[in-house]
């Protein structure tokens, strides 16, 4: 396993936004239609990755570029070879303009879904998709009823090991599972990497969550795919070294599933390592992702231990911003988080930080 990514390697790795796969050949093939898209907000962290996205990809014109901060906004426009507009409706109102990608702070996230919605522009916006459930529920409602393409990035859903352990429990292979557990973690405070231009990402007034809420979304969405609806939870979130004032840094939660399964949940910023990020136990089965490996062991399937790592794996799939530009081209059957699902996981993160303010159980209804 190795040590803690650097800040350069983190924002190359976690946008995944680059992906060139060999998968779902047809669909990107179909994705080379000639697309024009507007950048709304390039306050995340994953910005750079749709940059480097839409060089590589010369069907591809961004012919607007707006955000809130008029010097960010010239940069990205700059490095996209795009225009700037000052007023955001001038995106809303171009009829040239089929899609929006939306990198904005989350805490603007509903005024500007809202209006995208409303002008009805397809949409990727980042996770986590608003501060609060109420609101985040209001924003599906919202591009539901105008039946827009959508998607977030929760790019864990491309890892094929995660696919093949879907398949698996749909399968039946673990039995009765009896208990899994999560973690999504890393060294960003030991690192400083929100210290200066990601510094909104350490505020939840801006971010909604700190580091539990911001890692923690990822896996919470991986164990509500691979297990679904949660009844209730608790959680401890708590602050570690202090870097960010008001800012979380660490939790560990515990999932009560609809379907009986219960869940933990590790996240945060102050881990030097994450070597097992994934466990399933079942009475037929059990799988651990460990170092970038996935040991599978079932009683239904012939050839599966638990020493030697299991390869038989599709390929990856494309990242969730190229899923997206690929839906809105015309591609079939892209695997898109309804807005539905991606607010969902704002619902269980809000219980989850309720939880832990309480020091109780959260039943969600």
């Not at 803690?4 to 080379?32: K, M």
């Not at 805490?107 to 996770?127: C, S, T, V």
């Amino acid at each position: 396993m190795n040590s803690i990514l650097n800040r350069r390697d983190f924002i190359r790795t976690s946008a995944v936004a680059a992906a060139a796969v060999a998968a779902l050949p047809s669909a990107l093939a179909q994705a080379q239609k000639p697309l024009t898209v507007a950048l709304v907000g390039g306050g995340h962290i994953h910005t750079p990755g749709f940059v480097k996205l839409a060089k590589s990809r010369p069907s591809l014109r961004v012919k607007s570029v707006w955000d809130h901060d008029a010097v960010r906004a010239q940069k990205l426009a700059g490095e996209l070879n795009s225009r700037t507009v000052a007023d955001v409706n001038q995106i809303w109102s171009d009829p040239e303009i089929g899609a929006v990608v939306i990198f904005s702070e989350t805490n603007r996230h509903q005024e500007l879904i809202l209006a995208a919605a409303g002008a009805g522009k397809h949409m990727f916006a980042e996770k986590p998709l608003g501060i609060t459930g109420k609101e985040s529920l209001e924003m599906a409602a919202a591009i539901e009823k105008a039946k827009l393409l959508f998607t977030t990035g929760y790019f864990m859903r491309t890892n094929p090991r995660h696919i093949f352990l879907k398949e698996e429990i749909a399968k039946g292979h673990f039995g009765r599972i009896t208990r899994v557990r999560g973690s999504n973690c890393h060294g960003g405070s030991l690192g400083g990497w929100f210290d200066t231009e990601w510094r909104w990402m350490a505020d939840p007034k801006i971010s909604g969550v700190g580091a539990f809420g911001d890692l923690g979304t990822h896996k919470l969405d991986i164990l509500m795919w691979l297990f679904g609806d949660v009844e209730s939870v608790t959680a401890d979130i708590k602050t570690v070294t202090g870097r960010y004032p008001g800012c979380d840094e660490s939790g560990e939660a515990l999932i009560r599933f609809k379907n009986g399964i219960t869940g933990t949940l590790a996240a945060g910023w102050v881990d030097v390592e994450d070597p097992v990020p994934l466990l399933i136990s079942g009475t037929e089965g059990h799988a651990m992702m460990a170092d970038g490996q996935l040991y599978y062991k079932s009683k239904q399937v012939p050839g599966s231990n638990s020493q030697d790592p299991w390869t038989k794996l599709a390929p990856e799939l494309p990242s969730p911003l190229e899923q997206f530009l690929s839906a809105v081209a015309g591609a079939k059957d892209q695997p898109l988080v309804t807005p539905r699902e991606a607010a969902s996981r704002v619902v269980v993160m809000e219980a989850l930080y309720e939880a832990s303010r309480e020091r109780k159980w959260v039943k969600l209804s």
